[in-house]
């Protein structure tokens, strides 16, 4: 297991087009997390999974936005009727989660989304 | 509402001296804080943490250092080197019996060391 594996690694789609992105975490990892980065920003906080169960969603991800984690393995997150403000770096990371020593999330190389 | 905040941009240090990167934070919540480095076109690269009950850690080149009372805690660097140009980031988390919360990350600092 060589860590979190996201793809693809960039994604260039037309104004309201669906996407679907994949993340592939570390494999005893329990803990999934989704986040955004824009140019400038540090990365942002989407939604995060303990197994297959969605623990919070931030407020930036409206409606058009669902994760999903079926059976606590890989984690896929789809935008619905993307729009140019979508554009972005979408980041997966994966932690232990299984006490409270569990500490640092491992970050994959991120997709790249472009709305065009 | 920033958080977590790098108010330092941007930062250049000459090969083989100190490099020090500042992050401040607002949410006494916060009990756990790391520290990762980015290269362009790449996720974030964890790099060293602390927890809220030490007030320093060090893991070879880095140390990071909290200062709970003022909210602040630094990354230092040392002797820095041409691989640490990159973008640090800062970020804050909440510990649980299962594992951080979620990660508050600031807005990051450019590090560049000039040969």
């Known amino acids: 297991d060589t860590g979190v594996s996201q793809n693809p690694r960039h994604k260039i789609t037309k104004r309201g087009q669906n996407v679907t992105f994949r993340c592939d975490p570390i494999?005893?990892?329990?803990?999934l997390y989704w986040y955004r980065q824009t140019l400038g920003q540090g990365p942002e906080f989407l939604t995060y999974?303990?197994?297959?169960?969605?623990?919070?969603k931030s407020r930036l991800l409206s409606d058009r936005f669902s994760a999903e984690r079926p059976k606590g393995s890989f984690s896929t997150l789809e935008i619905q009727r993307t729009e140019q403000g979508d554009s972005a770096m979408y980041l997966c990371?994966?932690?232990?989660?299984?006490?409270?020593?569990?500490?640092?999330?491992?970050f994959g190389q991120g997709t790249r989304l472009t709305v065009v | 509402d920033q958080q977590v905040k790098q108010n330092s941009p941007s930062l250049s240090v000459q090969e083989g001296r100190i490099s020090i990167l500042n992050c401040d934070y607002t949410?006494?919540?916060?009990?756990?804080f790391l520290w990762y480095k980015k290269y362009p076109a790449e996720g974030p690269t964890f790099l060293i943490s602390?927890?809220?009950?030490?007030d320093k850690n060090e893991d070879g080149r880095f140390t990071v250092f909290l200062n709970k009372s003022a909210k602040h805690l630094s990354l230092h660097i040392v002797p820095s080197q041409p691989g640490d140009s990159a973008v640090y980031f800062c970020?804050?988390?909440?510990?649980?019996?299962?594992?951080?919360?979620?990660?508050?990350f600031g807005t990051g600092t450019r590090l560049t060391i000039i040969p």
């Open positions: 990371a994966s932690s232990l989660g299984i006490s409270l020593g569990d500490t640092e999330a491992f």
């Open positions: 999974f303990q197994n297959e169960a969605q623990l919070e």
């Open positions: 494999s005893e990892h329990n803990r």
């Open positions: 949410n006494s919540m916060f009990d756990y």
């Open positions: 602390i927890s809220s009950i030490k």
């Open positions: 970020a804050a988390s909440r510990s649980t019996n299962f594992g951080n919360e979620k990660l508050t």
